[in-house]
């Protein structure tokens, strides 16, 4: 009969949240057990305690269509190696005050050495405790502007897939959490085991961009309404010569304080946001149109083939002929 040695084991501390995507929860405790077999067949012992931890011992979701019995309540809870914090749904300014208890238990076991990990949207329950502020983090690109608007002391990317600063993880959009759950099996066991579960649960190991997904919306969660007319400005004539001093003009605001204030309420400086613009369009028509990518470059602005390319396999990961690929070979245009 096989014995193990339990006394070392790390104990992770999956959050069932209201308004969690319960899905993820699961994906999340089944992948761990499966690092456990894992290391078991190669002689090891199992690694992992995984532990749903809620507000209560009984949660609700989808208006009461589920109901999830955590392990333990958050009182419950003495010690845990890791916190994870799966991606929240729903209103987010809703999702944030219905979780507001899970604060100060977070805070508290990170300061005694806790390491946490937020997936997805997850970042923002994670953002609400003051332990990104002035760090870098990921989290889905659809939910950027919002996180930028509720946190301006973040610093978030919307192209890395995966964050790691101090003990703090985070991922990006979707599926993406599930590359950061094959980094942590690295991080703690040996890259053959992160190698073995990545090929288990179809990941692609390798991934760390997430800007080919990502479809840039603008930065319009702010009050600036001399901003807003020449972020119109931008989207309606982008494949234009678009000079700083003619945008400041539009914005009837000083050449200097235009600069400024555009990069306050978008995050962005003006070429950086013309250029998302032009790539993003540059994208739709890549998707759509059968064109040589000079044409393309052209319809969006450009005219220097090698800055094209540069700025948007820098915005995508990939170059433009490999994201029409990708893309175009669904035939749904």
Known sequence: ????????????????????????????????????DFLVESGQDPLFEITLVGLSK????????????????IDEVEHTHMIII??????????????????????????RGSKVASLCAGAFLLAETGLLDKEWCSTHWKTINEFRMRYPGVYVTDQKIITENK?????????????????LVKKFTNPEIAV?????????????????????????????YSIHRVQDYIEQHYPEHLSLEKLADIAKLGFRTFQRRFKKVTQYTVVAYIQKIRVEAAKRLL??????????????????????RRIFKRETGVAPMQYRTKFQSFGLW
């Open 58 to 73: 009984e949660v609700e979701l989808n208006e009461g269509m589920f109901k999830v019995s955590p392990d333990k309540s």
């Open 167 to 183: 003990g703090i993880f985070t991922s990006g959009g979707a599926n993406s959490y599930w590359n950061l759950l094959i980094y």
């Open 287 to 308: 998707e759509r149109e059968i064109l040589p990518v000079n044409d393309v470059m052209n319809k969006v602005g450009y005219n220097d083939t090698e800055a094209f």
């Open 196 to 224: 073995q579960t990545s090929k288990y649960f179809e990941i692609d190991i390798d991934r760390d961009n997430q800007g080919i997904y990502t479809i840039f919306e603008g930065s319009r969660y702010h009050n600036d």
């Open 86 to 111: 799966p991606p929240l749904s729903g209103d987010m300014g809703q999702s944030l005050e219905q979780n507001k208890d899970f604060l100060p238990w977070i805070k508290k076991h990170y300061e």
């Open 1 to 36: 009969m096989q014995t193990f040695n339990f006394a070392n084991m790390l104990h992770i501390s999956v959050l069932v949240t209201e308004n969690v995507l319960i899905a993820v929860v699961g994906n999340i405790h089944y992948l761990f057990r499966k690092v456990n």
